[in-house]
């Protein structure tokens, strides 16, 4: 186990829609990266946040947005939901200052859009 | 578009046997390189870390780098059934993000 947690497990919406997902980072772990995994693909770098500061970003529109806070804890909201936003959302926490250090995954959240 | 590559397979290989996956990247700036194995519904897994030309041995695994020839490689020895997932290979990226490949899929038959 790598002390990375996500909520929710699986969830369902449907176009045009907003959803928020959630993440908890390992204590002490302050960079936090999201990552999308489409079915079949390896996952793609959404952002990375550290110390509450976005920190990178990969390239995906300005309807995938996030926020990181004190405890460890992050979120990834996109807004306007297309079908192609079905994927697996990673959240992967690092104990570095920012960067591409050792990243640990947490179980995902299997996101499907009808 | 910095790109990581990996036969997508599926390398199917005996019991006992040793398992080779190979990956080539192509940011000659990457640093630092990631093998992360995945079951089937499960996320990523980290085996491996290898910043370093050479061969990092770590129980069954090996992973060999190159950076001149920008190859990554991983042994997996004395392969197990329950080594049968996907292998993705990752490299650093523009100092923050990890590239992955798409995966090897690993299959060991008994």
């Not at chain 1, 909520?7 to 204590?27: D, F, N």
């Not at chain 2, 599926?10 to 640093?31: F, H, K, M």
């Not at chain 2, 992360?36 to 780098?65: C, V």
Request: aromatic content about 12%; overall charge negative.
């Amino acid at each position: 186990e790598t002390g990375v947690t996500q909520s929710p497990t699986h969830l369902i919406k449907t176009r045009g829609q907003q959803v928020t997902l959630r993440c908890s980072s390992q204590s002490g772990h302050n960079t936090v990266s999201w990552y999308q995994q489409a079915l079949g693909q390896g996952p793609q770098f959404i952002f990375q946040y550290y110390r509450e500061e976005e920190n990178g970003r990969g390239n995906f529109p300005p309807r995938f947005s996030g926020l990181q806070f004190p405890n460890y804890s992050s979120e990834l909201n996109v807004n306007a939901l297309e079908l192609d936003d079905s994927a697996l959302y990673l959240c992967a926490s690092s104990p570095g200052q920012g960067g591409a250090d050792t990243q640990y995954f947490g179980p995902g959240t299997r996101l499907t859009v009808l | 578009q910095k790109e990581v590559e990996q036969n997508s397979g599926p390398l199917s290989v005996p019991e006992g046997a040793i398992a080779s996956l190979n990956c080539t990247y192509s940011d000659r700036g990457s640093q630092s390189f990631f093998w992360y194995r995945q079951y089937s519904g499960k996320s990523p897994e980290l085996i491996m870390s290898i910043y370093s030309n050479g061969d990092k041995e770590d129980g069954r695994f090996t992973a060999q780098l190159n950076k001149a020839s920008q190859y990554v490689s991983l042994l997996i020895r004395d392969s197990q059934p329950s080594d049968s997932a996907t292998y993705l290979c990752a490299s650093d990226h523009s100092g923050y993000a990890l590239n992955f490949g798409k995966g090897t899929s690993l299959l060991v038959t008994p």
